[in-house]
Each structure stands twice: as C-alpha cells, then as structure tokens.
C-alpha cells in the first residue's frame, strides 16, 4: 500500500496518489504505523523516507477535514439565504 508512496517525486503526484486512494482511513492508519516505525531514524534513508510519510500523512488529514466540511456545508442549505437576510 506505501510502498510507491516513496517513489512519487512531487507534492502534486503525492497529492494525486492519496486522492486515488480507495480507502482512506486504512491508508491513514497505515501512515501512523509507518510513522512509528521510522520515528527512531537511523540513517538518512529512513529520515528521507519519514519526511515522505509525514507530508502523506498531512496531505490525508487535510483532505479528511475538507471532505467533513463540505459535507457540513451541504447539510446547511439554507446558510446563504439566511446571511443575505442577516445582513441587508
């Protein structure tokens, strides 16, 4: 499942690669263990590849959160109607 994740040479084709991801939540808690396992580097190769882990792991949290906020904002549907009420 990560193993191409260290492969990928941009941020954008980082950030392709986990929106292609079938299972999110799966793919995070995989990044949480990879995590854990390179926390105690012992060389730049493991350093290379935690700092790759944890731009993943942001990349996925961050897309989490807006996936819940847009959802938020659809269960909303009357918000603008209700500012332009508030504030004309």
Do not use: H
């Amino acid at each position: 499942m990560l193993d191409d994740i260290y492969l990928i040479e941009t941020i954008e084709q980082l950030t392709a690669r986990i929106q292609e991801e079938p299972s999110p939540d799966a793919l995070r808690q995989a990044l949480f263990a990879e995590c854990d396992s390179y926390a105690d580097y012992a060389n730049i190769r493991e350093w290379n590849k935690l700092v790759r882990v944890c731009e993943a792991t942001a990349l996925s949290l961050t897309m989490a959160a807006t996936r819940r906020t847009m959802g938020f904002q659809a269960w909303l549907p009357s918000a603008t109607p209700c500012r332009k009420t508030l504030f004309v």
